[in-house]
């Protein structure tokens, strides 16, 4: 990798900096009304981004990684347990 994504003068850097600031700004949009006129919270839509995104990661990490390293690592003791059992792993 020739590390040009990471350069900020990169054409495709700017396109990636430009589509996250439109979804950060639509997502402080969306939520304003709720979270500042409803529950008060006035702080919060500033950093739903980051919110969103946590979640986001969280549920990757759940769903797609974990999965796959528990299997890799715990092969019969994974591989054995019913749904369930590997929800809770």
Partial sequence: MDG????P???DCIIIGAMADTIRTYLRDA?????TDTLGLTM?????DTLVGSALFF????LVVAPKLSQAFFPEAYG???KKFQNNW
């Fill in 80 to 82: 054995k347990a019913d």
């Fill in 59 to 62: 549920t990757f990490i759940h």
């Fill in 9 to 11: 003068r990169h054409p």
């Fill in 4 to 7: 040009t994504l990471f350069n």
């Fill in 44 to 48: 919060m839509p500033k950093h739903i």
């Fill in 31 to 35: 939520s304003t009304p709720l979270l």
